[in-house]
T-cell receptor, first 110, second 115 residues
Framework: GQQVMQIPQYQHVQEGEDFTTYCNSS?????IQWYKQRPGGHPVFLIQ?????EVKKQKRLTFQFGEAKKNSSLHITATQTTDVGTYFC??????????FGKGTKLSVKP | DGGITQSPKYLFRKEGQNVTLSCEQN?????MYWYRQDPGQGLRLIYY???????QKGDIAEGYSVSREKKESFPLTVTSAQKNPTAFYLC??????????????FGDGTRLSIL
């Protein structure tokens, strides 16, 4: 079935360093969504990308959707301790559902 | 406040028992979903429902059952056939959309453990 691969699984950074997580699919995705799950919490929707090559920004977060609509990335500039959590990408599936990557767990050392 | 309510927050099951996890939403969403989350495994889809009285199996439906008799409610039963039920269960809802194009709103989850 359809799969969305996400790397790295873990990332430890010093506060102020940048962070990037990547998603890849073997099939073309109709869209990609990004979610953040704080420790002990539930996933919270961050953003959706639909167009080929689309780039969106939310303050220090930059989201990209690849030209072939098979990959995506989330980049955080100058991480803060409030960025701690697990970041998931999720691609639109052929059956109207979302296919989630396994997530990247970010820890930030102050 | 609109949202999704899952109960209980923690649930313990004895071997051979069926247990039912509750999920209620007042967001007026047609679509509802159940996911299982294990450490390092991300979110895996158990069942989903795009409309009342209809639901489909997800990737890991074996050992689980659902019903969708009301728009607001989508309970999940973990049956004794599920051999490894210890996990964090998340319920979500959304406006129906093709190709999963609608954001999903999640409840706080239920943590199920085997005694």
């Amino acid at each position: 079935g359809q799969q969305v691969m996400q790397i790295p699984q873990y990332q430890h950074v010093q506060e102020g360093e940048d962070f990037t997580t990547y998603c890849n699919s073997s099939t073309t995705l109709s869209n990609i969504q990004w979610y953040k799950q704080r420790p002990g919490g539930h996933p919270v929707f961050l953003i959706q990308l639909v167009k080929s090559g689309e780039v969106k920004k939310q303050k220090r977060l930059t989201f990209q959707f690849g030209e072939a609509k098979k990959n995506s990335s989330l980049h955080i500039t100058a991480t803060q301790t409030t960025d701690v959590g697990t970041y998931f990408c999720a691609g639109g599936g052929s059956q109207g559902n979302l296919i989630f990557g396994k997530g990247t767990k970010l820890s930030v050392k102050p | 406040d609109g949202g999704i309510t899952q109960s209980p927050k923690y649930l313990f099951r004895k071997e051979g028992q069926n247990v039912t996890l509750s999920c209620e939403q007042n967001l007026n969403h047609d679509a509802m979903y159940w996911y299982r989350q294990d450490p390092g495994q991300g979110l895996r889809l158990i069942y989903y429902s795009q409309i009342v009285n209809d639901f489909q199996k997800g990737d890991i439906a074996e050992g689980y059952s659902v019903s969708r008799e009301k728009k607001e409610s989508f309970p999940l039963t973990v049956t004794s056939a599920q051999k490894n039920p210890t996990a964090f269960y998340l319920c979500a809802s959304s406006i129906p959309g093709t190709g999963g194009r609608q954001p999903q709103h999640f409840g706080d989850g239920t943590r199920l453990s085997i005694l």
